[in-house]
């Protein structure tokens, strides 16, 4: 056995691997139809039982229940809606207590002085199926994520038995997997495929960790794919991408261009050339007041989404939400937005990813390692 080491700060197949899911370099296209396939079985059971119910009729019947007797636990140590919401939902459905609770840092043990290592260490004995753990510090995820890994030292389906799954629901500007397969669900769902689709990517690219892991598990499961980075030049400040995800968009072979655009015409020009247009907003919790107060209001005016621009291109338009300045909310009911429908299929995609690593994670083992080519031991 590998003794994980309890202050490790970054991605590392060796200790972060399925059933865990810790960063979007674990999303395969095996993977990716796995949890694809599961979620649409699961979306087509929750329509069911939805116009069931809006017709008077019994619906108690739909079979929703293959994790009866679990519980899901949970820490969100930064603010929540979709994602704390959904997996609390996606839990429900499938027959789990979930106990996902949205906490301030100063309201936990941590408070009262408790170490990181110490609170995890504590938690991961409560006999959870899963834990979902979202923070504001990027390095938690990974040192969490190896220590609920760490169990006895005997092997569990060619992997270190674990405590119970985790799950990265965010951590810091750093990865948010989970976010990165209903971002490709809910693409695939909408253009039937995958691949062969011109993308654009528009707001704050550097540091966006929707964007961050979007573009990785893009990079390992699409296919004939162009992406274009923009990142609009403001006071001299250009928002690129960080260089590991540069790195893996080179590793990959990913077809992809990172421009700058100074004015708004040029910018309307490249997104006519895309099918999906992706926008995220300014990341200000994350600058720590390195920005101008205008940047945001800047940005909006060059790369911005609005009415005209949706008309101007036809665009297919996709944000993980909230929006500020960079979407108008004139839009938010427009048939070529996205933005409510692809929240909404969060709660089947987290379904079937609670499914597979509460009930399945030989199959995730399995498929990631076929697909790489490689046991991680």
């Not at 080491?5 to 972060?16: K, N, S, V």
């Not at 990716?32 to 008077?56: C, P, V």
């Not at 794919?225 to 960080?242: C, E, G, H, S």
Request: charged share 25%; proline share 5%.
């Amino acid at each position: 056995m590998i003794e994980a080491p309890e202050l490790i700060t970054d991605y590392d197949p060796r200790y972060h691997h399925w059933p865990a899911c810790v960063h979007a370099e674990q999303i395969t296209s095996g993977i990716f139809k796995l949890i694809s396939d599961k979620a649409d079985e699961l979306l087509t059971d929750l329509t069911n039982r939805d116009r069931l119910k809006l017709s008077g009729q019994v619906f108690d019947q739909i079979p929703l229940q293959s994790l009866r007797n679990t519980v899901v636990g949970g820490l969100i140590l930064e603010q929540s809606t979709r994602t704390r919401t959904s997996f609390s939902v996606a839990a429900a459905r499938l027959g789990a207590t979930p106990l996902i609770d949205l906490v301030r840092m100063e309201d936990t043990s941590f408070g009262k002085g408790e170490s990181w290592i110490s609170a995890i260490k504590n938690l991961r004995q409560y006999h959870m199926d899963a834990f979902v753990l979202r923070t504001a510090v990027k390095e938690f995820a990974y040192q969490a994520a190896a220590l609920f890994g760490d169990y006895t030292g005997e092997h569990h389906f060619g992997h270190n038995k674990r405590w119970s799954a985790f799950i990265n629901a965010g951590n810091g500007f750093d990865q948010h997997p989970t976010q990165a397969l209903l971002d490709m669900y809910a693409i695939s769902r909408t253009f039937g495929t995958i691949n062969g689709l011109r993308f654009i990517f528009a707001g704050d690219i550097s540091r966006a960790r929707t964007v961050n892991s979007l573009l990785i598990a893009l990079a390992q499961v699409a296919k004939d794919t162009q992406v274009t980075i923009v990142a609009p030049k403001i006071d001299r400040i250009v928002l690129d991408p960080p260089p590991p995800v540069i790195q893996k968009l080179d590793e990959t072979g990913l077809s992809y261009e990172i421009l700058t655009v100074a004015d708004r015409d040029e910018f309307v020009d490249l997104v006519k050339q895309a099918d999906v247009g992706y926008w995220t907003r300014l990341q200000v919790e994350r600058y720590k007041g390195e920005l101008p107060n205008d940047f945001g209001i800047k940005n909006a005016e060059i790369v911005g989404l609005d009415d005209s621009l949706l008309q101007a291109t036809g665009i297919k338009a996709f944000h993980p939400l909230p929006y500020r300045e960079e979407v108008s909310g004139e839009i938010e009911d427009d048939p070529q937005a996205m933005f409510f429908k692809q929240a909404g299929w969060g709660v089947p995609v987290r379904m079937a990813l609670l499914h597979y690593c509460i009930t399945e994670p030989e199959l995730l083992c399995s498929t990631y390692a076929k697909d790489t080519k490689m046991i991680t031991n």
